[in-house]
């Protein structure tokens, strides 16, 4: 506990900017969403014979996996991409059921003796529902938003997967790089603003005033987009990205912070899901850089067949890149291959240095992976293909900053991660031979779009000075300052970037 409160005293600045991003989206979200869902529960009590349906069409779209949503509003035009624009449109998906459901059921469930009672005093429809019904049904109503709030906040730790900030920046990053303290400092104020919540909106069902909980709730909303809103100056910023581990992460600040040695303003985008979510995000234009890997564009962005030279990887890679508006700049230095990683002890027991040595104990090994690798075209299945492996149990898909502390507490024997990975000599760990030389090359190669290079002065400049600058004990030391020791991965970049210029 005095290490997580250590921890967030150091990270205060950056924490509450975190609450902030994280209050403003589910309150913007959940603001919306009332402002949907009240009017068409009131419409459906209307036209009974659409309700069943409307209904069952919001159940319908609570059912979708969150991150699963989030995946498939990034292609869509205007409301896509990146950040909190698709993150906001998810959570008012979310959030539209418990206030439409609310509302719906709230009014219908107003005595009828009251309605009769209204109509025969003359009211009309709209004055009915004003007097009556609405006051009647507020509690209701209002137990609906506090749902969908509650909810909104809980579904926005989420949201730091497609670039939109929040407190689950910290959680994705706590995860990937195996840091609990990372992991609580995203947790615990997420769980806190929720109860707070909760409380603020349930005193409001309690209010007397209907009037003054709507302007309240209202004054919310429009301070909510205010903190949406980029207030920063309007210097023009390239965006750099990186995907969901610890080495992309570590690549995306060293780019970035190359760039601010060069002057250039930067906008930090990490922590992204795989390799396919950053590839659109530059097709959109969300992104203007960031560092991918050889083998993985050839294979599973562009679904072209292994190759296994390197200059021949790179120059088609390269070309498929141009053919749709992106550029590649020089590698950085360093090949990064997928590894399949054993411990020592076991390694020597069984006599395993190579992959193709697990034929003669695959019965026994439980393998574990993160789920990407089971889907790529040169992932899992072409692997076992390729080796003649036939492993007795289904492999245990997890995130990749799970995979070695799974294998150190002995929950997996084999564990599918990357040869540069600063966690494997730092725990012992042996990296099986590809000897059937089954992955294609992976050199670290940054993407970058070509009208951002054209936009940004010295952008391109910048990229290439990093050309041979980092090789593999390099990266992998680097790696191990964040996993092993704990070390913000800025503070890690910014070290060594002075080292190089």
Same mark, same amino acid.
């Given at each position: ?134 006051? =009647? ?113 570590? =690549? ?99 006599? =395993? ?11 026994? =090994? ?136």
């Amino acid at each position: 506990m005095t290490d997580l409160l250590a921890f967030i005293a150091e990270r205060r600045d950056e924490l509450g900017r975190l609450v902030v991003e994280h209050l403003a989206m589910s309150a913007l979200a959940t603001l919306i969403a009332a402002a949907i869902g009240l009017p068409l529960g009131i419409l459906l009590t209307r036209r009974e014979r659409f309700a069943a349906p409307a209904l069952a069409l919001a159940n319908v779209v609570q059912t979708i996996p969150s991150l699963a949503l989030f995946g498939l509003l990034i292609p869509l035009p205007l409301v896509g991409g990146i950040g909190p624009r698709p993150a906001i449109l998810a959570l008012i998906l979310y959030a539209v059921l418990p206030v439409l459901r609310n509302t719906y059921d709230g009014i219908r469930g107003v005595d009828p003796a009251l309605r009769e009672a209204a109509e025969a005093l003359g009211l009309r429809p709209m004055e009915r529902l004003r007097l009556i019904e609405l006051p =009647l049904a507020m509690p209701v109503i209002l137990g609906g938003v506090r749902l969908a709030a509650v909810l909104s906040i809980g579904t926005a730790t989420i949201a730091a997967a497609v670039g939109a900030g929040g407190l689950g920046t910290y959680v994705l990053r706590g995860i990937a790089t195996v840091d609990t303290r990372l992991i609580l400092a995203g947790a615990i104020p997420a769980a806190f603003l929720a109860v707070l919540v909760d409380a603020a909106l349930g005193r409001l069902a309690r209010s007397r005033s209907p009037l003054r909980t709507g302007l309240i709730l209202i004054l919310v909303g429009a301070l909510s987009a205010a903190a949406l809103v980029d207030l920063r100056s309007p210097v023009p910023r390239v965006v750099v990205g990186s995907k969901n581990f610890t080495e992309s992460v570590l =690549l995306g600040e060293i780019v970035a912070a190359t760039l601010e040695t060069r002057g250039i303003a930067v906008d930090r985008r990490f922590n992204l899901g795989g390799a396919w979510l950053c590839h659109r995000a530059l097709l959109a234009g969300d992104l203007d850089v960031y560092v991918e890997y050889s083998g993985t564009a050839l294979m599973d962005i562009f679904k072209r067949p292994k190759e296994t030279d390197r200059a021949t990887v790179l120059a088609i890679v390269g070309a498929e890149y141009q053919k749709v508006g992106l550029a590649v700049l020089p590698p950085l230095g360093y090949e990064n291959n997928f590894a399949l990683v054993i411990r020592k002890e076991d390694a020597s027991r069984f006599s =395993l240095s190579r992959i193709s040595d697990l034929v003669k104990v695959q019965d026994r =090994l439980r393998l574990g992976m993160f789920g990407e690798f089971l889907e790529r075209s040169d992932g899992f299945r072409g692997l076992t293909a390729a080796y003649g492996l036939a492993f007795a149990k289904p492999p245990s898909e997890m995130d990749l900053g799970l995979l070695y502390q799974a294998l150190e507490k002995k929950l997996v024997d084999l564990a599918v991660g990357s040869t540069t990975d600063g966690l494997i000599a730092a725990r012992g760990f042996v990296v099986l031979e590809d000897d059937q030389r089954y992955f294609p090359p992976y050199d670290a190669i940054p993407v970058a779009r070509r009208a951002a290079l054209a936009e940004h002065a010295g952008l391109a400049e910048a990229l290439q000075s990093l050309a041979g600058r980092i090789d593999a004990p390099t990266i992998q030391r680097l790696n191990h300052e964040v996993d092993g020791r704990r070390r913000d991965p800025r503070d890690v970049a910014a070290e060594f970037v002075k080292t190089l210029f």
